[in-house]
Nanobody, 123 residues
């Protein structure tokens, strides 16, 4: 059974940084595509950053140059380093995993989800 547990969310001022972590268990982590999504109040869930099993990444245009996704296959953890945060980055952030889906970052393609961690950026 796939389990994903996010951590690292919090409240920061604009321009600040946070690092989110997603600890994975219950499957062959290293072979899965890992993706960070976010959902702001009243908005649809959107893909933020994704990393495949060999470390190739893709980012949403809104976070390029500010966010970095990485994975540690020895620890079964995927990270999202978020710098230069903006108020519009405020959302619940979710980690998702799938053995097949990847770079389209479509929520419907990912079978496994964490419970989310909240990020609030104040101006």
């Amino acid at each position: 059974q796939v389990q994903l547990v996010e951590s690292g969310g919090g409240s920061v001022q604009a321009g600040g940084s946070l690092r989110l972590s997603c600890a994975a268990s219950g499957y062959t982590y290293s072979s899965y595509c890992m993706c960070w999504f976010r959902q702001a109040p009243g908005k649809e869930r959107e893909g933020v950053a994704v990393i495949n099993s060999v470390g190739i990444t893709r980012y949403a245009d809104s976070v390029k140059g500010r966010f970095t996704i990485s994975r540690d296959n020895a620890k079964n953890i995927v990270y999202l380093q978020m710098n230069s945060l903006k108020p519009e980055d405020t959302a619940m952030y979710y980690c998702a995993a799938d053995p097949f889906a990847c770079f389209y970052m479509r929520p419907r393609d990912f079978a496994n989800w964490g419970q989310g961690t909240r990020v609030t950026v104040s101006s």
